[in-house]
């Protein structure tokens, strides 16, 4: 059931990047049938929740508070600096900051979670990192990265490779990622397929 659950979250909050939201009370043959859509206004690519609160990444540097069940914009903060291009989106509730992924310019930014500010920021392990998320039990980020084809763990505080492995999303191409707390496992979905899971 823990195993279904965290699959259900993960292609919710994969569907929500297109605007449609995947029940996670559904049964098994309901999976990906939306019981709610909007439009993608502000060209939102990557999500996470702050605590109950969902949050997206503008490819222009903004993070949006949404709400869940109307799509509608709750508030809004520009991340400063601006990245040139923000991708992937992954929060640490333990250092209250946002992760956000810049494929552009090859960066990890640590942007504060409550005025936007960019605190630190890293070259990515790969070359294009595309999606971004906090693993709890290993205090770090697993960043996908579509050039190189790999999922990679860097340490939350120094932001250097913990390690990496190859990452077989169906159509070569690794993009958003989420990290399952309750049985310790990262999913990863390609640009153009659903999600696979890391063990």
Not at 130 to 143: L, P, Q, R, V
């Amino acid at each position: 059931m823990r195993r279904l659950s965290a699959l259900l979250l993960a292609l919710a909050l994969l569907g929500i990047l297109t605007g449609i939201a995947v029940s996670a009370d559904s049964a098994p043959s309901d999976v990906g049938n939306a019981f709610n859509s909007w439009p993608n206004d502000n060209g939102v690519t990557g999500l996470a929740f702050v605590g109950r609160n969902l949050w997206g990444v503008s490819i222009a540097g903004i993070l949006y508070e949404i709400d869940s069940d109307t799509g509608d914009d709750l508030s809004m903060m520009p991340i400063s600096p601006s990245p040139t291009t923000s991708l992937g989106l992954g929060h640490d509730p333990t250092r209250g900051v946002f992760i956000v992924t810049d494929p552009t310019d090859d960066l990890i930014l640590i942007v504060d979670d409550q005025t936007g500010v960019v605190l630190g920021s890293a070259p990515s392990p790969g070359g294009r990192p595309n999606g971004a998320t906090y693993d709890s039990f290993e205090d770090g980020y697993w960043i996908t990265d579509a050039s190189t084809q790999t999922i990679d763990l860097v340490d939350a505080d120094t932001l250097t490779l913990v390690s990496g492995r190859s990452c077989p999303v169906p159509d070569g191409n690794p993009a958003g990622a989420a990290f399952e707390a309750s049985i310790d496992r990262v999913y990863v979905n390609g640009h153009q397929t659903g999600p696979c899971n890391m063990a």
